[in-house]
Protein backbone atom coordinates (compact mmCIF):
# COMPACT_ATOMS: atom_id res chain seq x y z
CA UNK A 1 0.00 0.00 0.00
CA UNK A 2 1.39 3.30 -0.85
CA UNK A 3 2.47 5.40 2.21
CA UNK A 4 0.32 8.84 1.77
CA UNK A 5 2.65 11.87 1.25
CA UNK A 6 2.46 14.18 4.16
CA UNK A 7 5.85 15.80 3.82
CA UNK A 8 5.63 19.47 3.94
CA UNK A 9 6.64 20.14 0.85
CA UNK A 10 3.98 17.97 -0.12
CA UNK A 11 1.67 19.76 1.87
CA UNK A 12 3.05 23.32 0.67
CA UNK A 13 2.39 22.44 -3.13
CA UNK A 14 -1.13 21.44 -2.29
CA UNK A 15 -2.14 24.92 -0.49
CA UNK A 16 -0.42 26.67 -3.26
CA UNK A 17 -2.72 24.52 -5.88
CA UNK A 18 -5.84 25.93 -3.63
CA UNK A 19 -4.52 29.67 -3.55
CA UNK A 20 -4.12 29.55 -7.40
CA UNK A 21 -7.44 28.18 -7.28
CA UNK A 22 -8.83 30.53 -5.24
CA UNK A 23 -7.09 33.14 -7.10
CA UNK A 24 -8.11 31.92 -10.98
CA UNK A 25 -11.71 31.85 -9.24
CA UNK A 26 -11.76 35.64 -8.05
CA UNK A 27 -10.21 37.08 -10.93
CA UNK A 28 -12.62 35.08 -13.38
CA UNK A 29 -15.74 36.27 -11.23
CA UNK A 30 -14.21 39.85 -10.96
CA UNK A 31 -13.98 40.04 -15.09
CA UNK A 32 -16.79 38.63 -16.04
CA UNK A 33 -18.65 40.97 -13.53
CA UNK A 34 -16.86 44.01 -15.20
CA UNK A 35 -17.80 42.87 -18.52
CA UNK A 36 -21.75 42.49 -17.75
CA UNK A 37 -21.55 45.96 -16.37
CA UNK A 38 -19.75 47.09 -19.28
CA UNK A 39 -22.91 45.54 -22.02
CA UNK A 40 -25.61 47.04 -19.66
CA UNK A 41 -27.08 50.32 -21.23
CA UNK A 42 -27.00 53.53 -19.28
CA UNK A 43 -24.51 55.88 -17.94
CA UNK A 44 -22.72 55.96 -14.73
CA UNK A 45 -22.20 59.35 -14.37
CA UNK A 46 -26.52 60.38 -14.69
CA UNK A 47 -26.80 57.62 -12.31
CA UNK A 48 -23.99 59.43 -9.78
CA UNK A 49 -25.90 62.34 -10.14
CA UNK A 50 -29.20 61.20 -9.73
CA UNK A 51 -32.81 61.81 -11.72
CA UNK A 52 -33.58 64.89 -12.66
CA UNK A 53 -30.41 66.31 -11.81
CA UNK A 54 -29.58 68.77 -14.50
CA UNK A 55 -25.61 69.01 -15.14
CA UNK A 56 -23.34 70.29 -18.21
CA UNK A 57 -21.97 68.24 -20.69
CA UNK A 58 -19.04 69.61 -19.23
CA UNK A 59 -19.49 68.92 -15.28
CA UNK A 60 -20.33 65.42 -16.64
CA UNK A 61 -16.97 65.10 -18.63
CA UNK A 62 -15.32 66.26 -15.18
CA UNK A 63 -17.32 63.50 -13.04
CA UNK A 64 -16.27 60.78 -15.53
CA UNK A 65 -12.21 61.98 -15.76
CA UNK A 66 -13.03 61.91 -11.66
CA UNK A 67 -13.65 58.29 -11.94
CA UNK A 68 -11.66 57.26 -15.02
CA UNK A 69 -15.05 56.51 -16.81
CA UNK A 70 -12.65 58.46 -20.04
CA UNK A 71 -10.40 55.74 -19.55
CA UNK A 72 -10.46 52.97 -22.57
CA UNK A 73 -12.10 49.98 -21.28
CA UNK A 74 -8.95 47.82 -21.14
CA UNK A 75 -7.52 50.82 -19.07
CA UNK A 76 -10.35 50.78 -16.61
CA UNK A 77 -9.92 47.19 -15.96
CA UNK A 78 -6.17 46.70 -15.53
CA UNK A 79 -6.81 49.81 -12.98
CA UNK A 80 -9.80 48.24 -11.61
CA UNK A 81 -7.89 44.48 -10.92
CA UNK A 82 -4.67 46.90 -9.72
CA UNK A 83 -6.76 48.54 -6.46
CA UNK A 84 -8.66 45.09 -6.32
CA UNK A 85 -5.03 43.40 -6.23
CA UNK A 86 -4.44 46.18 -2.86
CA UNK A 87 -7.80 45.07 -1.46
CA UNK A 88 -9.46 47.94 -2.28
CA UNK A 89 -12.75 47.91 -3.95
CA UNK A 90 -13.63 51.17 -5.04
CA UNK A 91 -16.37 53.44 -3.69
CA UNK A 92 -19.95 53.37 -4.46
CA UNK A 93 -21.02 55.30 -7.14
CA UNK A 94 -24.45 56.26 -6.32
CA UNK A 95 -23.61 56.13 -2.07
CA UNK A 96 -20.82 57.19 -2.07
CA UNK A 97 -19.57 55.00 0.60
CA UNK A 98 -16.36 52.58 0.10
CA UNK A 99 -18.08 49.71 -1.07
CA UNK A 100 -15.76 47.31 1.99
CA UNK A 101 -18.23 49.45 4.43
CA UNK A 102 -21.39 48.75 2.89
CA UNK A 103 -21.26 45.03 2.30
CA UNK A 104 -19.73 45.29 6.02
CA UNK A 105 -23.16 47.12 7.16
CA UNK A 106 -25.09 45.15 5.09
CA UNK A 107 -23.37 41.17 5.68
CA UNK A 108 -24.71 40.10 9.20
CA UNK A 109 -28.45 39.94 8.64
CA UNK A 110 -27.55 38.21 5.33
CA UNK A 111 -25.28 35.60 6.97
CA UNK A 112 -28.30 34.99 10.33
CA UNK A 113 -30.70 34.52 7.42
CA UNK A 114 -28.13 31.59 5.43
CA UNK A 115 -27.22 29.70 8.42
CA UNK A 116 -30.77 29.73 9.46
CA UNK A 117 -32.06 28.53 6.30
CA UNK A 118 -29.25 26.17 5.97
CA UNK A 119 -29.88 24.73 9.70
CA UNK A 120 -33.36 23.93 9.05
CA UNK A 121 -32.95 22.49 5.32
CA UNK A 122 -30.30 19.99 7.13
CA UNK A 123 -32.39 19.10 9.60
CA UNK A 124 -35.69 18.65 7.71
CA UNK A 125 -33.76 16.97 4.71
CA UNK A 126 -32.39 14.42 7.20
CA UNK A 127 -35.73 13.09 9.35
CA UNK A 128 -37.62 13.19 5.94
CA UNK A 129 -34.88 10.71 4.46
CA UNK A 130 -34.60 8.82 7.33
CA UNK A 131 -38.40 8.46 7.79
CA UNK A 132 -38.84 7.15 4.11
CA UNK A 133 -36.09 5.31 2.95
CA UNK A 134 -36.65 2.14 2.00
CA UNK A 135 -40.34 1.91 2.81
CA UNK A 136 -43.24 2.26 0.89
CA UNK A 137 -46.88 3.48 1.11
CA UNK A 138 -49.00 6.72 1.31
CA UNK A 139 -45.97 8.45 4.02
CA UNK A 140 -43.46 7.92 1.26
CA UNK A 141 -45.86 9.24 -1.79
CA UNK A 142 -46.72 11.98 0.88
CA UNK A 143 -43.04 12.93 1.14
CA UNK A 144 -42.46 12.62 -2.49
CA UNK A 145 -45.34 14.71 -3.36
CA UNK A 146 -44.38 17.32 -0.32
CA UNK A 147 -40.59 17.09 -1.69
CA UNK A 148 -41.96 17.70 -5.28
CA UNK A 149 -43.91 20.57 -4.00
CA UNK A 150 -41.04 22.56 -2.42
CA UNK A 151 -38.67 21.96 -5.10
CA UNK A 152 -41.06 23.46 -8.23
CA UNK A 153 -42.12 26.11 -6.10
CA UNK A 154 -40.48 30.02 -6.64
CA UNK A 155 -39.08 31.41 -3.27
CA UNK A 156 -41.23 34.25 -3.84
CA UNK A 157 -44.49 32.61 -4.08
CA UNK A 158 -43.60 30.24 -1.05
CA UNK A 159 -42.89 33.48 0.85
CA UNK A 160 -46.06 35.51 -0.33
CA UNK A 161 -48.01 32.23 0.87
CA UNK A 162 -46.63 32.01 4.36
CA UNK A 163 -46.71 36.05 4.92
CA UNK A 164 -50.54 35.86 4.25
CA UNK A 165 -51.02 32.91 6.44
CA UNK A 166 -48.58 33.36 9.66
CA UNK A 167 -48.17 37.26 9.31
CA UNK A 168 -51.55 39.01 7.44
CA UNK A 169 -54.35 36.07 9.12
CA UNK A 170 -53.16 34.65 11.94
CA UNK A 171 -50.39 37.53 12.95
CA UNK A 172 -48.32 34.80 15.07
CA UNK A 173 -44.70 36.60 12.82
CA UNK A 174 -44.17 40.31 12.04
CA UNK A 175 -44.37 40.98 8.14
CA UNK A 176 -41.33 42.33 7.44
CA UNK A 177 -37.78 44.06 9.25
CA UNK A 178 -35.58 42.16 11.19
CA UNK A 179 -36.22 43.41 15.15
CA UNK A 180 -36.03 40.23 16.66
CA UNK A 181 -35.21 36.28 15.82
CA UNK A 182 -39.23 36.26 14.95
CA UNK A 183 -38.66 37.97 12.21
CA UNK A 184 -36.23 35.13 11.19
CA UNK A 185 -38.62 32.67 10.91
CA UNK A 186 -40.65 33.28 7.95
CA UNK A 187 -37.41 34.21 5.87
CA UNK A 188 -35.76 31.20 7.12
CA UNK A 189 -38.42 28.97 6.13
CA UNK A 190 -38.98 30.09 2.78
CA UNK A 191 -35.32 29.72 1.45
CA UNK A 192 -34.85 26.23 3.30
CA UNK A 193 -37.89 24.61 1.60
CA UNK A 194 -36.68 24.47 -1.73
CA UNK A 195 -33.39 23.36 0.00
CA UNK A 196 -35.26 20.58 1.92
CA UNK A 197 -36.72 18.99 -1.39
CA UNK A 198 -33.73 18.78 -3.16
CA UNK A 199 -31.29 17.51 -0.16
CA UNK A 200 -34.23 15.29 1.36
CA UNK A 201 -34.09 13.25 -2.31
CA UNK A 202 -30.63 12.90 -2.88
CA UNK A 203 -30.05 11.63 0.73
CA UNK A 204 -32.69 9.02 0.20
CA UNK A 205 -31.49 7.94 -2.45
CA UNK A 206 -28.11 7.40 -0.60
CA UNK A 207 -29.78 5.83 2.42
CA UNK A 208 -31.02 3.09 -0.21
CA UNK A 209 -28.31 2.44 -2.20
CA UNK A 210 -26.47 1.90 1.11
CA UNK A 211 -28.95 -0.10 2.44
CA UNK A 212 -28.21 -2.81 0.07
CA UNK A 213 -24.51 -2.90 0.07
CA UNK A 214 -22.94 -5.70 1.66
CA UNK A 215 -21.85 -3.96 4.89
CA UNK A 216 -25.55 -3.52 5.85
CA UNK A 217 -26.65 -6.75 4.98
CA UNK A 218 -23.61 -7.89 7.36
CA UNK A 219 -24.56 -5.77 10.68
CA UNK A 220 -28.00 -6.78 9.54
CA UNK A 221 -27.00 -10.67 9.91
CA UNK A 222 -24.91 -9.90 13.56
CA UNK A 223 -28.61 -8.71 15.00
CA UNK A 224 -28.26 -5.23 15.05
CA UNK A 225 -31.10 -3.41 14.70
CA UNK A 226 -32.44 -1.92 11.50
CA UNK A 227 -33.10 1.77 13.18
CA UNK A 228 -29.59 1.38 14.30
CA UNK A 229 -28.02 -0.02 10.50
CA UNK A 230 -29.62 2.78 9.16
CA UNK A 231 -28.56 5.58 11.69
CA UNK A 232 -25.24 4.14 12.05
CA UNK A 233 -23.94 2.75 9.11
CA UNK A 234 -26.46 3.56 6.11
CA UNK A 235 -26.38 7.60 7.04
CA UNK A 236 -22.99 7.71 6.92
CA UNK A 237 -22.27 6.03 3.75
CA UNK A 238 -25.15 8.39 2.29
CA UNK A 239 -23.71 11.80 3.75
CA UNK A 240 -21.30 11.76 0.95
CA UNK A 241 -23.52 12.75 -1.88
CA UNK A 242 -25.35 14.93 0.31
CA UNK A 243 -22.58 17.17 1.33
CA UNK A 244 -21.63 17.87 -2.23
CA UNK A 245 -25.17 19.19 -2.98
CA UNK A 246 -25.46 21.06 0.44
CA UNK A 247 -22.04 23.07 -0.62
CA UNK A 248 -23.10 23.88 -4.13
CA UNK A 249 -26.78 25.37 -2.62
CA UNK A 250 -25.62 26.81 0.19
CA UNK A 251 -23.45 29.13 -2.81
CA UNK A 252 -26.68 29.78 -3.74
CA UNK A 253 -28.51 30.93 -0.60
CA UNK A 254 -26.78 34.44 -1.68
CA UNK A 255 -28.84 34.72 -4.82
CA UNK A 256 -31.98 33.37 -3.18
CA UNK A 257 -31.57 35.87 0.00
CA UNK A 258 -32.01 38.29 -3.06
CA UNK A 259 -35.77 37.51 -3.49
CA UNK A 260 -36.27 36.43 0.33
CA UNK A 261 -34.98 39.97 1.59
CA UNK A 262 -37.12 41.74 -0.92
CA UNK A 263 -40.36 39.72 -0.09
CA UNK A 264 -39.86 40.19 4.03
CA UNK A 265 -38.40 43.95 3.60
CA UNK A 266 -35.69 42.81 5.04
CA UNK A 267 -31.88 44.62 5.25
CA UNK A 268 -28.77 42.63 3.72
CA UNK A 269 -27.09 41.80 0.67
CA UNK A 270 -30.14 40.92 -1.39
CA UNK A 271 -31.28 44.28 -1.10
CA UNK A 272 -27.63 46.11 -1.53
CA UNK A 273 -27.44 43.72 -4.81
CA UNK A 274 -30.70 44.61 -6.60
CA UNK A 275 -29.67 48.22 -6.00
CA UNK A 276 -26.09 48.04 -7.18
CA UNK A 277 -27.39 46.16 -10.54
CA UNK A 278 -30.55 49.03 -10.86
CA UNK A 279 -27.82 52.11 -10.22
CA UNK A 280 -25.24 50.50 -12.92
CA UNK A 281 -23.16 50.58 -10.14
CA UNK A 282 -19.94 49.10 -11.03
CA UNK A 283 -17.71 48.79 -7.90
CA UNK A 284 -20.36 48.00 -5.84
CA UNK A 285 -21.78 45.13 -7.91
CA UNK A 286 -18.02 43.65 -8.65
CA UNK A 287 -17.39 43.70 -4.78
CA UNK A 288 -20.79 41.32 -4.18
CA UNK A 289 -19.79 39.57 -7.36
CA UNK A 290 -16.47 39.07 -5.24
CA UNK A 291 -17.53 38.32 -2.09
CA UNK A 292 -20.03 35.61 -3.94
CA UNK A 293 -16.68 34.02 -5.00
CA UNK A 294 -14.88 34.08 -2.23
CA UNK A 295 -17.69 32.45 -0.18
CA UNK A 296 -17.92 29.59 -3.50
CA UNK A 297 -13.84 29.18 -2.37
CA UNK A 298 -14.68 28.71 1.23
CA UNK A 299 -17.93 25.96 0.70
CA UNK A 300 -15.37 24.57 -1.37
CA UNK A 301 -12.81 23.77 0.86
CA UNK A 302 -14.92 23.10 3.65
CA UNK A 303 -16.59 20.23 1.59
CA UNK A 304 -13.34 18.71 0.86
CA UNK A 305 -12.38 18.44 4.84
CA UNK A 306 -16.06 16.54 5.31
CA UNK A 307 -15.55 14.28 2.97
CA UNK A 308 -12.21 13.36 4.96
CA UNK A 309 -13.90 13.39 7.96
CA UNK A 310 -16.98 11.15 6.61
CA UNK A 311 -14.55 8.91 4.73
CA UNK A 312 -11.20 8.06 5.97
CA UNK A 313 -10.42 6.08 2.97
CA UNK A 314 -9.69 9.26 1.18
CA UNK A 315 -7.11 10.34 3.99
CA UNK A 316 -4.60 7.76 2.47
CA UNK A 317 -4.62 9.45 -1.30
Given at each position: ?K????T?P?L??????R??????????AA??????????P????T??????????????E????????DR???????????????????E?Y????????????Q???????A?????????????????T???????R?????AE??A?????????????????????IF????DQ?????V??A????LP?????????R??L??A????????????????????L?H???H?A?S????????TGS????A??VE??F??????????????????????G???L??L?F??????????????DP????R
Amino acid sequence: MKTPDLTVPALLRGTARRLAGALAVLLGAATVAFAALQLIPGDPVTVMLGPGTAATPEVKEQIRAQYGLDRPVLVQYLHYLGRLATGDLGESYQLQRPVADLIGDQLLPTVQLALAALALALVLAVLAAVATAGRRGPARTAGSLAELLAVSSPSYWIGILLLTAFSFQLRIFPVAGDQDLSALVLPAVTLALPLTGVLAQVLREGLETALGQPFALTARSRGLAPAAVLLRHALRHAAASAVTLTGWLTGSLLGGAVLVESVFGRPGIGALSLQGTTNKDMPLVVGLVLLSALVFVAISTLVDLLYLAIDPRLRSR
